[in-house]
Structures are given as structure tokens and as C-alpha cells.
């Protein structure tokens, strides 16, 4: 994007802003279903409150790739520039950034060899950077069918995507055990309750495996970029309202499904990892609820036009500092979430009752967003240096 903001695609910095926020809220959800023995949720509030705010912002990835789809794809120019303004961008400050959990979050030696494969799972917040490194190395090779597909083409391949997200929830349906974890397009391929199209236990790559995940996104990104124009507030909101709202309840009361389905109803509910990522079933970002908050995310968006002294001032180099943001925002999150526990407490036996869980979530979202704002785009500012360590 141009620096001159008649240039600009006004709503995407908007959306940005937006979605790095939301990956703040989302993350500070977690200490009210996480922790224990893997999982752990203390009270019946905690519950409600944890499935209501994560639901409401799960679609906060899949916008980051919305909207490196609708400025980039097809690319703008070859693919080796390409790859070479992506490693600046987005590999140094990773690498960077990776070094930083490594020596503050666990044993150092350890996690610096863990590093070779994988993120530390201290930062688990890091498996998106792997992601996007393999959206972009997909979109050269997709660009020149990019550039010449017509609308009822890309209708198509959007419409089998769009099924592929229904598949985690076809597959916990036909299960017979009440945990269905996820195979092939979802998840880490391991033992399936129910394999699907082509699945098997020498075979995770089933029909829709290549076209499922987030491709789709990539798709979705073009789609709205070439084929939608501009939509009145009547249609916006004919079209984007339904499409959250049916999303919404799907994520929602998928997880609170699952959580009494596992705990019968009786609180604190605390076991292995396992019965968090099966509550989660419907918050994965491959899923048909978080695919149509998406996409009325979008719509609302789209309609945001402002770019006056607060876009300019404020909002604009914060959405250029949202890449640092991301990577930097749980050395300051964790310790504010741990602050205002220990001082709201928990749950409905909390200080604000019923309340306490909800003001400590978007309290610590908050303060942690400010201040890993004001941080990220401070660094980003240092001559030289700034771009390799925010992005």
C-alpha cells in the first residue's frame, strides 16, 4: 500500500486495527478455559463469558488474511520481489522475535533447539507466522490463474471451500465417541474416529484436503477485491448481519455444548488438553461459523470510509505496527492478565460477581493493546532498524 492515504484501501487499515485487537481479546479469554491439567474452567460464568468473547472475535485471523489477499493477490509484481519484500517484512521480525519467548519463557537451550522444527509452545500465538509463510508461498503460483479467473468460476472453488468447513462438524456428527478430533483438513492428522473421503490411517489427505484451510480465505480476498462493489448499508447489513449472527451461534453454542457435554454440568471442569481442543471444534478457523463471521466482518468493513485526523494520526500507524503487535503482545498481556485476576478474582466468587469475568477480560485486552501500540509503533519508528523489528 502507498503511504498517501488517497491511495489507500481506508477500510483495510480499519479492519487490521480491528483484528489485531481481537487476537488480544482472544488471547485473553484463555486463562478461563485453559490451565489446570490442560483444560480448566473454574465456574459456570467462566463458561458463558469465555464462549461468548472468544466467539465473538474468532474470525480475527482469518481478516489478516482477507486482507493480504485483497492488496496483494494477484501479486503486483514478480516473485522474487515478492519473496524478497515478504522475508523483510515478515521473516526477520519473526526471527527475531522467536529469539525474544525463547530467553524469557522456559529454558533457553532447550527452546532454542525446539526452534530448529517448530515455534516454542510457550508462544503459541506463532503458529500463524508458519501459516502465512505457506499462504505465500502458494500465491505466486496462483497469481497467473488469479489474474484471468472469471466470477462464476471463483463462485465455484468458494462454494467447495465452503463445504470443507462444514467437515469437522460432518465428522463430530457421524462419530460414535463423544470426542472427534480433527483429521485431514483439520488439525494434526493423528488416529480419526470417522475418516472421510478418501481418509484412511495411511491417508490424511483425503478430496478436499488442498482445497480446504486457508486458501480459502485467499480466495474470499479476491473475490471481494473483483466481483463485489459497493454495497448500500441496506444490503450490507441484509447480507452481513445473517451471515454473524448464524456464525455466531454456531461457534458459540458449539463450545458450550461441548463443555457440559464433557463436564455434565458440574463445575470446576478441569482435565487433559484434550477436552479443550474438542471444545474448540467450532472456533477452528477451517469451520463454517468462523467462515461466516468472516465474511460479515468484511461487509461491515467495507463500509467504513474515515480518514481524517484520527485515521491519519492514530489508527493509520497503528495498523502499520500490527505485525510487531502480534508477535510482541503476550510478553505484555500475560502479565496483565495475572494482574487484574489477582485483583477482580475469579468467576461469579469475583469482586464484580457475574461481572468479574467480562471487565477482566476486556480490561487486560485493552490496557495490553494500548500499550503494545504505543511500544510498536515507537520501534517502528527507529531509523533502520525499525522495519526488522516490527515488520
Not at 533457553?108 to 517448530?118: F, I, M
Request: charged share 15%.
Amino acid at each position: 500500500m502507498e503511504t498517501n492515504t488517497l491511495k489507500r484501501e481506508i477500510w483495510i487499515d480499519w479492519m487490521r486495527v480491528a483484528a489485531c485487537f481481537m487476537v488480544i481479546l482472544v488471547h485473553s479469554t484463555e486463562p478461563f478455559y485453559l490451565g489446570g491439567n490442560g483444560s480448566l474452567i473454574l465456574t459456570e460464568t467462566d463458561a458463558f463469558w469465555a464462549s461468548f468473547f472468544d466467539s465473538f472475535v474468532r474470525a480475527c485471523v482469518p481478516l489478516f488474511i482477507v486482507a493480504s489477499s485483497y492488496l496483494q493477490f494477484p501479486l503486483h509484481y514478480s516473485a522474487g520481489e515478492f519473496v524478497k519484500r515478504r522475508a523483510i517484512r515478515i521473516l526477520v521480525p519473526f526471527l527475531l522475535w522467536s529469539l525474544v519467548y525463547a530467553f524469557v519463557w522456559g529454558e533457553p537451550v532447550s527452546n532454542l533447539k525446539s526452534l530448529l522444527l517448530n515455534f516454542n509452545y510457550s508462544a503459541g500465538h506463532l503458529w500463524f507466522v508458519y501459516m502465512l509463510i505457506g499462504v505465500y508461498m502458494l500465491m505466486p503460483l496462483l497469481s497467473p490463474w488469479a489474474e484471468k479467473v472469471g466470477k462464476k468460476e471463483l463462485q465455484v472453488y468458494l462454494g467447495i471451500w465452503i463445504f470443507t468447513a462444514f467437515i469437522p462438524l460432518i465428522r463430530d456428527w457421524v462419530s460414535q465417541e463423544p470426542m472427534a478430533f480433527a483429521y485431514g483438513p483439520t488439525g494434526i492428522p493423528r488416529q480419526a474416529l470417522y475418516p472421510l473421503w478418501g481418509e484412511a490411517s495411511w491417508n490424511g489427505y483425503g478430496t478436499f484436503y488442498y482445497i480446504s484451510g486457508f486458501i480459502g480465505y485467499l480466495l474470499l480476498g479476491l473475490y471481494f477485491r473483483r466481483f463485489v462493489g459497493e454495497l448500500s448499508w441496506k444490503k450490507t447489513l441484509t447480507i452481513g448481519l445473517p451471515c454473524w449472527l448464524a456464525g455466531f451461534a454456531i461457534t458459540f453454542g458449539g463450545f458450550l455444548r461441548r463443555v457440559y457435554e464433557t463436564c455434565g454440568g458440574s463445575f470446576p471442569a478441569d482435565n487433559i488438553i484434550n477436552d479443550a481442543v474438542y471444545w474448540e471444534t467450532t472456533w477452528c478457523n477451517d469451520t463454517i461459523g468462523v467462515v461466516l463471521m468472516t465474511i460479515g466482518w468484511i461487509l461491515l468493513f467495507r463500509k467504513i470510509k474515515s480518514a481524517g485526523c484520527f485515521y491519519k494520526k492514530i489508527l493509520l500507524p497503528v495498523s502499520k505496527a500490527s505485525y510487531g503487535m502480534y508477535l510482541a503482545h503476550l510478553l505484555v498481556l500475560v502479565p496483565v492478565c495475572g494482574f487484574f485476576r489477582n485483583w477482580l478474582g475469579s468467576g461469579s466468587e469475583g469482586i464484580l460477581g457475574f461481572w468479574t469475568t467480562p471487565v477482566e477480560i476486556i480490561l487486560a485486552a485493552v490496557v495490553a493493546f494500548v500499550a503494545v501500540a504505543v511500544a510498536s509503533v515507537i520501534l517502528q519508528k527507529i531509523p533502520k532498524a525499525g522495519k526488522y523489528i516490527i515488520g
